[in-house]
């Protein structure tokens, strides 16, 4: 079973910058688009922002600006750089793959453990 390791979180004031990402816990096939989502308590889980395999990216209204997506194909890793950071912000993060991790295989969506981002005010 393929997972994804996210990391980079933590506790930081507003107005920093934190840079999370997330890599595939072995090599696959291939990987079609990840994205970063976030979910803080009491709400649903929100798109943040995604990214295809040719590297086009999408961006939630609310971090348009602030922060980017960007992936590194080699390494099977997606990293979301967050500055200018608002307590708004804090929820927790997760990782998000579409990927076929043999030739065989269909497409299947996993998801990372979640990672925490506190932005304190």
């Known amino acids: 079973q393929v997972q994804l390791v996210e990391s980079g979180g933590g506790l930081v004031q507003a107005g920093g910058s934190l840079r999370l990402s997330c890599a595939a816990s072995?090599?696959?096939?291939?990987?079609?688009?990840m994205g970063w989502y976030r979910q803080a308590p009491g709400k649903q889980r929100e798109l943040v922002a995604t990214?295809?395999?040719?590297?086009?990216?999408d961006y939630a209204d609310s971090v348009k600006g602030r922060f980017t997506i960007s992936r590194d194909g080699a390494k099977n890793t997606v990293y979301l750089q967050m500055n200018s950071l608002k307590p708004e912000d804090t929820a927790v993060y997760y990782c998000?793959?579409?990927?076929?991790?043999?030739?065989?295989?269909?497409?299947?969506?996993?998801w990372g453990q979640g990672t925490q981002v506190t932005v304190s005010s």
């Open positions: 998000n793959a579409d990927l076929k991790r043999t030739y065989y295989s269909i497409s299947t969506y996993y």
């Open positions: 072995e090599t696959v096939f291939k990987i079609n688009a």
């Open positions: 990214i295809t395999s040719g590297g086009s990216a």
